[in-house]
């Protein structure tokens, strides 16, 4: 049986190929043909395969594309069978952004997302579109439950609503969030790269408190934060570049820094499987920790610098829409009051 969806989001000839490759990994589907120019996927399958299994063979390639069927709600192609449209993917709905999000490098033209994340190609962080139009809520400062986009009366106790404060951008919380993982990974990754670096030093005075093997063990254990908390996200970026063959900087930190890690824990708990070369004049192995959490911290620092830069960025253009009035006086034959200028009628 052949079944033909309709597919949002696709842009360029790399969407039609990682989309065909996605739904083409379901054992059901024997084929699977996309059509740019009618934004469609023809489908044929040995067995009826629902929606929702598509959308979830995409979602998981890490495509931000959305598939269902066209306006009738029947499905083009002989033996189609009705099935239920797919809801809608509603935009979130943000109270101090547009809800739409795009890649800083625009690696798909000009495709935008409905919720925050990584961008599938280069794996950036997406940034929010400011939202152009001016908004302004107004909230009861006793009952801060009730909302509107006027100004007016409390209609519970009647004192007059005041603007509520906007929340804190997308922007605003990446960088916080970097900054404490940050924090973290610069905590743990100084005492590994000092300890590291010691050993160039003459008569080490750290070999008189413990032995080399034992500074080795604590090593490892300081660079575990570094690695599975602070830094893990690489990784999975990493990890999304390769099964999606959008190979990409972060493809070349994650193999880079997980080889030296994992050849550091091997060289540790079994250093007699390497050769003496590998090894230092005193017999232990040489071990990568400190290269590992300290390369890992400064691309989380260029993370950190760039998302600063976002922040900064999109506060000044917000501060800019600030400038533009939210308000208007109505005259009419009650007397003056103030409206949203969105309740402007001609």
């Known amino acids: 049986m052949t079944h033909t969806y309709k597919v949002s989001g696709m842009s360029c000839t790399e969407c039609k190929t990682s989309v065909e490759a996605a739904l083409s990994g379901i ?17 044929e399958m040995s067995a009826h ?34 099935v239920p449209p797919l809801p809608s993917i509603k935009k979130m709905k943000k109270e101090n952004g547009s809800g739409i999000f795009y890649c800083p490098m625009h ?5 935008t997302y409905d919720k ?41 106790c009647g004192m007059d609503l005041v603007p509520k404060t906007p929340a804190a951008s997308e922007e605003d919380k990446t960088y916080r969030k970097l900054l404490f993982k940050f924090k973290i990974a610069a905590l743990f990754t100084i ?22 093997n034992t500074w080795n063990w604590v090593q490892f254990i300081l660079t575990i934060p570094v690695v599975f908390y602070a830094c893990w996200m690489f990784f999975e970026r990493a990890w999304k570049s390769i099964i999606t ?11 880079g820094a997980g080889v030296a890690f994992v050849f550091s824990i091997v060289g540790l708990l079994f250093p007699d499987i390497f050769p003496h070369d590998f090894k230092t004049h005193s017999g232990s ?10 390369i890992l911290t400064l691309v989380l620092l260029g993370q950190l610098l760039e998302a600063k830069a976002h922040s900064n960025t999109s506060g000044a253009l917000k501060e800019l829409l600030k400038l533009a009035p939210s308000e208007a006086i109505l005259v009419d034959n009650n ?6 200028i969105h309740a402007i009628k001609v």
């Open 49 to 82: 395969v629902s929606v929702e299994k598509l959308q979830n063979a995409l979602t998981h390639a890490g495509l931000h594309y959305t598939i269902h069927q066209d306006d009738n709600g029947m499905n083009h192609g002989s033996n189609s069978k009705h």
């Open 285 to 294: 192995m040489h071990l990568y920790f400190e290269a590992t959490a300290v």
């Open 27 to 43: 054992p059901e589907v024997k084929n699977a043909l996309v059509d740019l120019s009618q934004s469609s996927v023809q489908i």
């Open 107 to 111: 690696c798909e033209g000009e495709k």
């Open 245 to 255: 063959w959008n190979l990409n900087m972060f493809t070349l930190i994650g193999i």
């Open 191 to 212: 005492p590994v790269f000092i300890i590291s670096m010691s050993d160039m030093l003459p008569n080490n005075p750290l070999y008189r408190v413990m032995e080399i």
């Open 116 to 156: 925050h994340g990584s961008c599938p190609v280069c794996g950036m962080d997406l940034v929010e579109q400011p939202s152009l139009k001016i908004t302004q809520e107004y909230t009861c400062p006793m009952h801060p439950e009730v909302s509107k986009n006027e100004p007016g009366a409390c209609p519970v």
């Open 335 to 340: 007397g003056d009051k103030k409206i949203s």
